[in-house]
Each structure stands twice: as structure tokens, then as C-alpha cells.
């Protein structure tokens, strides 16, 4: 073969092949709208690590929608994470940062199976952390093993804390956005899953079949998403993990919010009426901003006027999402829900008893719905109960990663049985194939849930716990209707406040109420910490301070 000869033929293979990455020197190379970006290549997975999918959320741009990230020449390296966003890194997060937080945050990473041919289904990941923590960076959200199944792995930082969520009088009249006001969070998902369709091509994969998926403030993030009309086409299947009961109704509201961040320009020495209040903000630094708040600080939060606001009502991007699921106004494409089985709030809470009634409204509206609830202990964590956030590590086949040289057969074979319908999903809208034993989908009347045993098994049937949840419900009902306190509604920090009711808990649980922790749960019910000390919260010990509690008027 002459040498033009080959030069032709190889220029032919080049242009067949699609627009994805191609080794040079053994470096995946892609070209974007904004410029070439070189990653790596292990394990016969390529990845780009630290992409800009949006101008950096400084100085003027802080408390902006995001804005179109610059073009830059030559080619950009991609192989490390970039910061994760502006934060106060909590310690005991299931999934501990890999980098130093930072304001100039907003960057995609990309996995893919370096010899796929064809487009590849698209996973994108959003994290949890409460709105306040989280990122893109932890090794256990790495996409490398679920991209050696034949997809590609998204993800991505967006803005937390107070620079994720923020309103002010002077900032609502100015407008910058044209009334996208506050959610800056939630517009950074949207940006970034705007990228993803305007530039996944490129990489190999295809647009038309992006499978959002979240955890916690993440799972909360693809209600959001589903049910946002500002998110429409933006991709075609959804997956919430312990994302709650998809109810956003009596949050705060816009003037709530610009009540809050006047709080806190007062607290900062900036008069919230100032014309230039804005401005002052902008000058604080980030560490002033954040002002060492974390999931910590949400669960003892300072004393004084309250200063930080989570995601709120505002009617465009995040909507009343119970309305929209039971009207079918969004998105309806198929949707896996789930939760851990000592999921926060026990058995009966938000994210148990939550995932049941939203699987259960959006199966109402005929959307194909499968539930999950994650029952398996790591053989190393020597307790039972499958805690908030450790479904993560198996769903994404990253259990060596997440426990080391503990990790056993028995993990391993777990992770690859619940990531093997996590890639089915992806793959064709369905978790079932592959030889899997069959997750039926859901609806209220069979009320049929994938049970991802504690013995390790994938066991489909009727939930268990239905009735009990059903009854706890109807409780939790009935208490919120009856005004007073009460171990179901009422938050612990409530009860301290109030002298009388502080007396009924000292009288009956006061190795709890005294113990210096006591000031982490302020926020939760005593029903909540149930599952983490069932000796001393027994149902009958629950009953008798409800009884104590009941002559205790209400203080106002």
C-alpha cells in the first residue's frame, strides 16, 4: 500500500467514526464548542476531568444565573477534578471531598469506554449534601466502572450554601436574568445538562438518551428537574435516590428568602436597605460567605435571625412539584425511586415513606415507575440497617473504592448486581434484562418494590412495610392536626426551648436530652432518631412522653 493510499484510508476511518475522543500520543482528544480538551486513558476507560461547562460565578457573576464559559486556544488539559464548590467540607459525609472548595467551581467531568463505537447512553450525576455540601470530586462518584459497562458518565459541581441559594430587594428589581431569581443551584444543573446536550457528541455519546440521577439534595434536584418546565428535553429517564416525597408546597417562598439574606447583610455590617448592599455582598469573600456553614451548622445552627435559605418556590424553575405530578405537567419519562432501609426519618419518613407516595403519584399519572428500597450492610460495617447515602458506592460499582481492602466477595457481588440494572436503565429506559431477576414496576394497588436485600439479593415483591408506613402516616397526620407537641412533627430544639416540654424529656429520656450531642438533633423529631436508638425510643416510651406531652400548652 502506497503511502498517500494509507493517508486516504485513514482519513476515511477518521471521518466514519463519530465526533468522540481519539488517542494522539495515547491521550483522548475531543474538541468542544469552546476548544480541545486532552484527558487520560486507564483501564481502557478514557476520562476528562475539569471542563468548564460555564463562566466562572465571580465578582459581579456571583448571585447570577451562569453564563457561557469562554473559548480558550490550543488544547486544555483535563485529567485532574476541578474545586468543588464554595463550602465548609463536612467530615462525616459519606463521600469526603477530593479537593479544596472553591468560588470558580462550575466544571463537567466525562467517562467513556475508550474502544466504544456508536453513541453511548449518557448518565448524569447530581450529588447530595443537603444544599450546603457535596461535589463532583469524591472517588466514590468516579464513573470509571459503570463506563466499562458501555455508557458514558457525567458529572458535575453546582453552587451550595448561600452562594447556591440567594435573594435580596435590590438584586429581585435589577433583574439581571430576567426573572430567574435565587435557585442558582438548580440553574447551574440545568446549565450543565444544557452542555451535555450541546457537546456529548463530541465525546461519543448520545444526546437523545441522558438518564438524569441524584441522592438526597441530588434526588431532591431530579423532582426538580422532572418537574421544571425550564428543564424539558433536557433528558429521557430519571433516577431519585432518597430524594424525598417530591412535595414542595409551604417551603419559602421569595420574600421569605429576601427576608433571610437581609439577616445576613445585617449580620455582615451591611444595612439591608443600603442601595449599594449588593455590591458590599460581592466584596465579602467567599469565606465570609459561607461563614463556616455546613450540614453541622443545619443541624446546630447559630443563635440569631436565621441567615441561610435552601432552594425555594419560585414558580418557573422550582415548582409546586405534588401539583405538577398529580396535574402531569412534566416530564414524563421513566423513573426508578428509592431509598435506604435506615433512611432518615425512619420507616415512616421523608425519604422512605417518601419515596412510596411519590412513586405511587407519578404511577398514578401512567409514567412507567420502579421502587427500590436498599437494604444491604457493607459485611464490614458490622451493624444492621442500610444508612442515608450507602446505596451510592453500589449503585455505581465502587464498593473497593468505598471500603478499601475490606471490602468482600459478597459487596462486590452486590455492587455489580445493582449497578447491572442501573446501566440497563440507562441503557433502554427498563432496569430488567441481563438474566436480572425481574423488578416489577410500580403501582399503588400491587405496591410492589426491589427489595436489595441484606442477604445480598435482588428480591422483588410486595413492600413489607406498606401497611405499617400507611398507619404512620395517618398518624403523622393526625398528629400535625392536633397542635400539639408531639414526638412525630415537633423538632427536638423546639421542645428544649419551651421549659414545660424540656421537663417532660428530662422525666423520661434524660440521658438523651443531657448528653452534649443533643444540640446536632435539635432539628430532628425524636420519631427520626428512632432507628438509631431503638432501646431507648421504644414505640411504648414514644407513646407515653406523646401522653406527658399532650397537657403541655403550646407555647407561641
Same mark, same amino acid.
Given at each position: 500500500?502506497?503511502?498517500?493510499?494509507?493517508?486516504?484510508?485513514?482519513?476515511?476511518?477518521?471521518?466514519?467514526?463519530?465526533?468522540?475522543?481519539?488517542?494522539?500520543?495515547?491521550?483522548?482528544?475531543?474538541?468542544?464548542?469552546?476548544?480541545?480538551?486532552?484527558?487520560?486513558?486507564?483501564?481502557?476507560?478514557?476520562?476528562?476531568?475539569?471542563?468548564?461547562?460555564?463562566?466562572?460565578?465571580?465578582?459581579?457573576?456571583?448571585? @447570577?444565573?451562569?453564563?457561557?464559559?469562554?473559548?480558550?486556544?490550543?488544547?486544555?488539559?483535563?485529567?485532574?477534578?476541578?474545586?468543588?464548590?464554595?463550602?465548609?467540607?463536612?467530615?462525616?459525609?459519606?463521600?469526603?471531598?477530593?479537593?479544596?472548595?472553591?468560588?470558580?467551581?462550575?466544571?463537567?467531568?466525562?467517562?467513556?469506554?475508550?474502544?466504544?463505537?456508536?453513541?453511548?447512553?449518557?448518565?448524569?450525576?447530581?450529588?447530595?449534601?443537603?444544599?450546603?455540601?457535596?461535589?463532583?470530586?469524591?472517588?466514590?462518584?468516579?464513573?470509571?466502572?459503570?463506563?466499562?459497562?458501555?455508557?458514558?458518565?457525567?458529572?458535575?459541581?453546582?453552587?451550595?450554601?448561600?452562594?447556591?441559594?440567594?435573594?435580596?430587594?435590590?438584586?429581585?428589581?435589577?433583574?439581571?436574568?430576567?426573572?430567574?431569581?435565587?435557585?442558582?443551584?438548580?440553574?447551574?444543573?440545568?446549565?450543565?445538562?444544557?452542555?451535555?446536550? @450541546?457537546?456529548?457528541?463530541?465525546?461519543?455519546?448520545?444526546?437523545?438518551?441522558?438518564?438524569?440521577?441524584?441522592?438526597?439534595?441530588?434526588?431532591?434536584?431530579?423532582?426538580?428537574?422532572?418537574?421544571?418546565?425550564?428543564? @424539558?428535553?433536557?433528558?429521557?429517564?430519571?433516577?431519585?435516590?432518597?430524594?424525598?416525597?417530591?412535595?414542595?408546597?409551604?417551603?419559602?417562598?421569595?420574600?421569605?428568602?429576601?427576608?433571610?439574606?437581609?439577616?445576613?447583610?445585617?449580620?455582615?455590617?451591611?444595612?439591608?436597605?443600603?442601595?449599594?448592599?449588593?455590591?458590599?455582598?460581592?466584596?465579602?469573600?467567599?469565606?465570609?460567605?459561607?461563614?463556616?456553614?455546613?450540614?453541622?451548622?443545619?443541624?446546630?445552627?447559630?443563635?440569631?435571625?436565621?441567615?441561610?435559605?435552601?432552594?425555594?418556590?419560585?414558580?418557573?424553575?422550582?415548582?409546586?412539584?405534588?401539583?405538577?405530578?398529580?396535574?402531569?405537567?412534566?416530564?414524563?419519562?421513566?423513573?426508578?425511586?428509592?431509598?435506604?432501609?435506615?433512611?432518615?426519618?425512619?420507616?415512616?419518613?421523608?425519604?422512605?415513606?417518601?419515596?412510596?407516595?411519590?412513586?405511587?403519584?407519578?404511577?398514578?399519572?401512567?409514567?412507567?415507575?420502579?421502587?427500590?428500597?436498599?437494604?444491604?450492610?457493607?459485611?464490614?460495617?458490622?451493624?444492621?440497617?442500610?444508612?442515608?447515602?450507602?446505596?451510592?458506592?453500589?449503585?455505581?460499582?465502587?464498593?473497593?473504592?468505598?471500603?478499601?481492602?475490606?471490602?468482600?466477595?459478597?459487596?462486590?457481588?452486590?455492587?455489580?448486581?445493582?449497578?447491572?440494572?442501573?446501566?440497563?436503565?440507562?441503557?433502554?429506559?427498563?432496569?430488567?434484562?441481563?438474566?436480572?431477576?425481574?423488578?416489577?414496576?410500580?403501582?399503588?394497588?400491587?405496591?410492589?418494590?426491589?427489595?436489595?436485600?441484606?442477604?445480598?439479593?435482588?428480591?422483588?415483591?410486595?413492600?413489607?412495610?406498606?401497611?405499617?408506613?400507611?398507619?404512620?402516616?395517618?398518624?403523622?397526620?393526625?398528629?400535625?392536626?392536633?397542635?400539639?407537641?408531639?414526638?412525630?412533627?415537633?423538632?427536638?430544639?423546639?421542645?428544649?426551648?419551651?421549659?414545660?416540654?424540656?421537663?417532660?424529656?428530662?422525666?423520661?429520656?434524660?440521658?438523651?436530652?443531657?448528653?452534649?450531642?443533643?444540640?446536632?438533633?435539635?432539628?430532628?423529631?425524636?420519631?427520626?432518631?428512632?432507628?438509631?436508638?431503638?432501646?431507648?425510643?421504644?414505640?411504648?416510651?414514644?407513646?407515653?412522653?406523646?401522653?406527658?406531652?399532650?397537657?403541655?400548652?403550646?407555647?407561641?
Amino acid at each position: 500500500m502506497t503511502r498517500s493510499c494509507f493517508l486516504l484510508l485513514a482519513g476515511v476511518a477518521l471521518l466514519s467514526a463519530p465526533m468522540a475522543a481519539f488517542a494522539q500520543g495515547g491521550a483522548p482528544m475531543v474538541q468542544i464548542e469552546t476548544g480541545q480538551v486532552r484527558g487520560a486513558t486507564d483501564a481502557g476507560v478514557s476520562s476528562w476531568k475539569g471542563i468548564p461547562f460555564a463562566a466562572p460565578p465571580l465578582g459581579a457573576l456571583r448571585w @447570577r444565573a451562569p453564563q457561557p464559559a469562554a473559548r480558550w486556544s490550543g488544547v486544555r488539559e483535563a485529567t485532574q477534578y476541578s474545586s468543588d464548590c464554595m463550602q465548609k467540607p463536612f467530615p462525616s459525609d459519606a463521600a469526603p471531598l477530593g479537593t479544596t472548595p472553591a468560588e470558580d467551581c462550575l466544571y463537567a467531568n466525562v467517562w467513556k469506554p475508550t474502544a466504544a463505537r456508536g453513541k453511548l447512553p449518557v448518565i448524569v450525576w447530581i450529588y447530595g449534601g443537603g444544599f450546603v455540601n457535596g461535589g463532583a470530586s469524591p472517588p466514590t462518584y468516579a464513573g470509571a466502572n459503570l463506563a466499562q459497562k458501555g455508557v458514558m458518565f457525567v458529572s458535575f459541581n453546582y453552587r451550595v450554601g448561600r452562594f447556591g441559594t440567594f435573594a435580596l430587594p435590590q438584586l429581585t428589581k435589577a433583574d439581571p436574568d430576567h426573572g430567574l431569581i435565587g435557585n442558582y443551584g438548580f440553574m447551574d444543573q440545568i446549565a450543565a445538562l444544557k452542555w451535555v446536550q @450541546r457537546n456529548i457528541a463530541a465525546f461519543g455519546g448520545d444526546p437523545n438518551n441522558v438518564m438524569i440521577i441524584g441522592e438526597s439534595a441530588g434526588g431532591m434536584s431530579v423532582h426538580t428537574l422532572v418537574t421544571s418546565p425550564l428543564a @424539558r428535553g433536557l433528558f429521557q429517564k430519571a433516577f431519585v435516590m432518597s430524594g424525598g416525597a417530591a412535595e414542595t408546597a409551604g417551603g419559602p417562598t421569595l420574600s421569605d428568602v429576601e427576608q433571610i439574606y437581609q439577616n445576613f447583610a445585617q449580620a455582615n455590617g451591611i444595612a439591608p436597605n443600603d442601595p449599594q448592599a449588593l455590591e458590599k455582598l460581592r466584596a465579602l469573600s467567599a469565606e465570609q460567605v459561607t461563614d463556616g456553614l455546613s450540614m453541622m451548622q443545619m443541624f446546630q445552627p447559630k443563635p440569631g435571625p436565621k441567615t441561610y435559605s435552601g432552594p425555594f418556590l419560585d414558580g418557573k424553575l422550582e415548582v409546586d412539584q405534588a401539583k405538577a405530578y398529580d396535574s402531569g405537567n412534566f416530564s414524563k419519562v421513566p423513573i426508578i425511586i428509592g431509598a435506604t432501609s435506615a433512611d432518615m426519618g425512619g420507616k415512616s419518613g421523608f425519604m422512605i415513606a417518601g419515596a412510596r407516595s411519590a412513586s405511587a403519584r407519578i404511577a398514578k399519572q401512567r409514567v412507567p415507575v420502579w421502587e427500590y428500597r436498599f437494604s444491604y450492610v457493607a459485611d464490614s460495617v458490622g451493624q444492621p440497617g442500610a444508612q442515608h447515602a450507602t446505596d451510592i458506592p453500589f449503585f455505581f460499582d465502587n464498593t473497593a473504592i468505598k471500603y478499601g481492602a475490606q471490602t468482600t466477595p459478597k459487596d462486590i457481588a452486590m455492587g455489580k448486581t445493582i449497578s447491572a440494572y442501573l446501566v440497563n436503565f440507562a441503557k433502554t429506559g427498563d432496569p430488567n434484562g441481563g438474566g436480572l431477576p425481574a423488578w416489577p414496576k410500580y403501582d399503588a394497588a400491587s405496591d410492589q418494590l426491589m427489595d436489595f436485600s441484606a442477604e445480598g439479593k435482588a428480591v422483588a415483591g410486595k413492600d413489607p412495610w406498606g401497611a405499617e408506613i400507611d398507619s404512620a402516616v395517618q398518624r403523622l397526620a393526625a398528629a400535625k392536626a392536633s397542635g400539639k407537641y408531639n414526638s412525630l412533627t415537633t423538632p427536638i430544639g423546639t421542645m428544649l426551648d419551651d421549659p414545660a416540654a424540656k421537663a417532660v424529656l428530662e422525666k423520661r429520656i434524660p440521658m438523651l436530652i443531657n448528653s452534649p450531642q443533643i444540640g446536632m438533633a435539635r432539628s430532628q423529631t425524636l420519631a427520626a432518631l428512632q432507628p438509631y436508638m431503638p432501646t431507648m425510643l421504644t414505640d411504648d416510651m414514644l407513646k407515653s412522653i406523646d401522653s406527658d406531652l399532650a397537657a403541655v400548652p403550646v407555647r407561641k
